[in-house]
């Protein structure tokens, strides 16, 4: 069952979609809340020499970043983003709430030559400057302050219980534009092809309309474009992929009876006898850095995300 959208009267006798609430009953009927020593330990597996992202170099390309323009990037991970931005040329701040990540990021950057800055006095043209910090954390204590980024990015990192705190807080912080991308629905952790195959009917969270609407409300005009990621899935045994499978049958449709349940277990076991093969590739890092097992999909999955901007400065949240 679909979360009820809550409305609020309008004064007039119209009702409006409450965005804010029904998100904040969503974040409580159907996610735990983000787990920093989750993105710790997967931070571990990961190898700084990434390969070709095309996702980011998709999301650069949607952001329009001006010449000269400074970066604040929120959930940066092990820092693809703020690794093109810098070789760009720009101020890049960035924030995460994973040691883990950081670290890699501080990898990331000697790799790459990108010098890190031990201040935001000392940040330059062409170097990144990290901060241990959350979407809750009150970013002042960072010293972060008003406008003082041209473009704030947040890549597929809101996965907080007040998302309305975190797009103001980003629209605060820059002057002129912010750049976010959220699920479609399909994620890479449920695939709703995936799981029709399975006869499970996927009860998805289009997170992005959430982000939409309540910026719409609050006199923004954003918009959406989208961007399409490919994952290729490997592991290291049958039973490996059957319990990552597994995982996304939970997920994605958590009211199933087990009754229910069971047979859509059985369904997959099908289904990957049908679809596991020998990966050619075994062995060699993925986008991430992983290196790939020696099974994986006959296909590749297709993730959609939504890419949403606006204009920093014209509404009010």
Known sequence: MYPRIRTISSGRGNRVIDFDAAWRHLQQT?????????????????????????????FVELA???????IFDMGCGTGTLAAEMATR????IVGD??????????????????????????LTPGSVFPLRMSWEDDWSQFGLRENMADVAFASRSIAVADLRSALRKLSSIARRRCCITMTTGT??????RVL???????????????????????????EVRYIHSSRKDSFESKDDAFGDFSQMIDIGAPTLSEVERLQAQANLREWLAEHLVDNPEAGMPDKKGYPQGPLTLDYQRIVPWAFISWNAKDGQL
Not at 44 to 54: F, G, H, P, Q, T
Not at 64 to 70: A, M, R
Not at 97 to 122: Q, T
């Open 30 to 58: 159907t996610k735990a809340p983000d787990d920093c020593q989750r993105w710790n330990k997967k931070a571990a597996r990961y190898d700084s020499r990434d390969a070709k992202n095309l996702y980011a170099e998709a």
């Open 64 to 70: 329009g970043v001006q010449p000269g323009e400074t």
């Open 89 to 92: 040329g720009h101020k890049v």
């Open 97 to 122: 709430f994973s040691s883990g990540m950081l670290a890699k990021l501080h990898e990331n950057m000697a790799l790459r030559d990108i010098k890190v800055a031990e201040s935001l006095d000392a």
């Open 187 to 192: 994620s890479p952790r449920v695939d709703a």
């Open 196 to 222: 029709a195959e399975l006869g499970v009917g996927a009860e998805l969270n289009r997170d992005y309309i959430y982000a939409f609407g309540m910026l719409a409300q609050a006199g923004f005009e954003p």
